[in-house]
């Protein structure tokens, strides 16, 4: 069955440093893959998301994710943190396959300090 | 911008009471999903539903769940008889194509406290 693991529960970054949150997936296939933020109180919003193509993908407030197909990953990177990234990230993937529903790892809770 | 809608906000019942969590999907959207989030674990999928029933369901979707879309508009999840293990934040979600490759919205969720 299709997993999702994000190693990291809890990752603290000091404000303007870089930032990478991992993430591996065990598929059948090459699945989609989705990074999703949940702000305090707040619903999930897309970061960004891979269908194919190039590996880089750029998403928004900075993000962007690199797919590595030979390590099963999609690491999320941004490269100066700010203050207001501090979080609930969460890494999903899915299949091309009608409405398959996605399958979301346990998240990755950032904080960010001064 | 649109968005999914959820009410309400923070429902705390008791144990053995029937729960209506509610949703207003996007309007052109065609596929609406729950799923729910127990403290401190990972979003787990309830149900998918497309034209007028059930998709897909998990192992979690029991006979004490059900959905309906009463309405053009409302997306709703009914727990029969709450238990303890039901508290949980409970998120609508949905999409307007018959891929992954549509977007999920989700809304921001509807906490549930069991007591």
């Known amino acids: 069955a299709q997993s999702v693991t994000q190693p990291d529960i809890h990752i603290t970054v000091s404000e303007g440093a870089s930032l990478e949150l991992r993430c591996n997936y065990s598929?059948?296939?090459?699945?989609?893959l989705f990074w999703y933020v949940q702000s305090p109180g707040q619903g999930l919003q897309l970061l960004l998301k891979y269908f194919s193509g190039d590996t880089l993908v750029q998403g928004i407030k900075g993000f962007e994710a690199e797919f590595k197909r030979s390590q099963s990953s999609f690491n999320l990177r941004k490269p100066s943190v700010h203050w207001s990234d501090a979080a609930e990230y969460f890494c999903?993937?899915?299949?091309?396959?009608?409405?398959?529903?996605?399958?979301f790892g346990k998240g990755t809770r950032l904080s960010v300090i001064a | 911008e649109p968005e999914v809608t959820q009410t309400p906000s923070h429902q705390v019942t008791q144990m053995g009471q029937e729960v209506i969590l509610r949703c207003v999907p996007i309007?052109?959207?065609?596929?609406f999903y729950w799923y729910r989030q127990i403290l401190g674990q990972k979003v787990e999928f309830l149900v998918s539903?497309?034209?007028?029933?059930?998709?897909?369901k998990s192992e979690i979707f029991d006979d004490q769940f059900s959905v309906e879309r009463p309405d053009g508009s409302n997306f709703t999840l009914k727990i029969r008889s709450t238990k303890l293990e039901d508290s949980a934040m409970y998120f609508c979600a949905s999409r307007a194509g018959t891929t992954n490759t549509g977007e999920l919205f989700f809304g921001e969720g509807s906490r549930l406290t069991v007591l």
């Open positions: 598929y059948g296939a090459t699945p989609y």
């Open positions: 309007s052109n959207h065609l596929y």
């Open positions: 999903a993937v899915g299949l091309y396959s009608g409405n398959t529903p996605l399958v």
């Open positions: 539903f497309y034209n007028n029933e059930i998709s897909e």
